[in-house]
């Protein structure tokens, strides 16, 4: 099927030679090979942004997961942001409160949006309401924020991996820092190109993440990995509009992490076999879960 | 292209706490409900990979039985499938294999009620997205590249050319297209890749023909 853009490279180039934000683009794909009119697509993703919002706010009232294992950090977060001594400064852990905050609602069994996937569900939106507060986006803004998004996303899923089993951590947080890094500058008045050299200097520093959760739960790492991937995501925006560039392509740095990821032993890849979940501490928490017998090993 | 709409990446909106794990799990019970038809008695549901290791932490067990009992990826009840089960009398057992297969994330569910069962192999490959990948021993091949639906029928002279008729209505170009049946005149199936994302819509005119069975996407 005709799509507009299948690499980051076609992504920039319609964006740069027609004039459009990146947004704009992925909302012409999505109504050509939809039929779907304009107004219907913005509905949706406004919808899923609805349920954004929803889960910051319940996460960070509080919650907690059924194995106990995660929930309560996003509020911890935001109390010490209250007393005004942070060393990372609000806005940064702002981010990283709310990342956290939608992870432990998503932990828990709430209702959460992929972005791309749930394990990962916290680094969009966390980052995208806490920039919120510093640009002060119209809801079309935000909204396209998700575009952004998306159109990084779609490339990767299609050229890559966006599933823990298939990819690792890389596949998962690493795609949604670097997708949110991409976001955050358009959303910053930085130019298309300026988007991309965010996402691959973010990517770059997820590559070889693996995936190993405790007891096979989407808690224990990936709630802090929501957390840093957030945090990873503005400090790659900040570094793409200060004009810092990457010395590798954003496809190629893509493909790499497809290669790392076919690479990545099966005991790495959300398999709870090797990395924390293997760990003495990861095991005796996967028995006392589970209720069966620690191995002797 | 695997992944053709922003709403892949973006979504879908589901009870976490995993997309391929929960929501492509759901997803995969959801569609061998729908080619059912109906409420399934029971179910045996055998996993293998990542889901075999992985499937109690991840809800995948409620997240299936859910979706064979009509739950969408979004739906609350997801958290009560299994007390939701016990109500309605469907009964289900999980086995986890060794085996390895293809892909890190499947599913063969096994359904059945007191008139027949039915057998299907789901595969959840991220983000939330699925793919049937065997019905009733029927290998489906798929490229994976397109929208793909699955028409079960029964075979008579006419259907393939009411259903390709019903697509070009829509303006709905076949990319690919396979016709397989069991025994003449008995229950034959049709998988059919599209170049567009297929609506509701589409779905419910294909139901609509005569001697069309079920109609599923089975690749969304």
Known sequence: MEVLFKSVKELISIAESENKAISEIMIEQEMLLSRRSREEIIAQMDASLVVMEEAIEKGLKGVQSTSGLTGGDAVLLQQYMEKGNTLSGNLLLDAVSKAVATNEVNAAMGTICATPTAGAAGIVPGTLFAVKSKLNPTREQMINYLFTTGAFGFVVANNASISGAAGGCQAETGSAASMAAAAIVEMAGGTPQQSAEAFSIVMKNMLGLVCDPVAGLVEVPCVKRNAMGAAKALVGADMALAGVVSRIPTDEVIEAMHRIGQTMPSALRETAKGGLAATPTGKRLEAEIFGTKVAND | ?220
Request: charge should be negative; aromatic fraction near 8%.
């Open chain 2, 1 to 220: 292209m695997k992944f053709r709409s922003v709403f892949d990446i973006i979504g879908p909106v589901m009870i976490g706490p995993s997309s391929s794990h929960t929501a492509g799990a759901a997803r995969i019970g959801r569609v061998a409900r729908t080619l059912f038809g109906r409420q399934p008695k029971w179910a045996k549901v055998y996993l293998y990979g990542s889901f075999a290791e992985t499937y109690k932490g991840h809800g995948t067990d409620v997240a299936i039985i859910g979706g064979l009992m009509d739950y969408d990826t979004f739906d609350e009840r997801i958290k009560t499938a299994f007390e939701d089960a016990a109500k309605i009398g469907f009964t289900y057992e999980f086995i986890p294999e060794e085996e390895e297969m293809d892909h890190p994330n499947t599913a063969k569910i096994v359904i059945g009620d007191e008139e027949s069962v039915m057998e299907l192999t789901g595969i959840s490959i991220g983000g939330g997205k699925m793919e049937v990948v065997e019905l009733n021993g029927f290998p489906l091949r798929l490229s994976g590249n397109y929208p793909a639906l699955l028409v079960v029928h029964q075979d008579r002279a006419g259907l393939i050319a009411s259903v390709a008729n019903a697509l070009a209505k829509r303006e709905v170009n076949i990319a690919h297209m396979e016709v397989g049946r069991k025994e003449k005149g008995e229950m034959a199936l049709m998988v059919i890749e599209v170049d567009q994302l297929i609506d509701d819509d589409i779905i419910g005119e294909l139901r609509a023909l005569p001697h069309i069975t079920q109609v599923s996407t089975i690749a969304d």
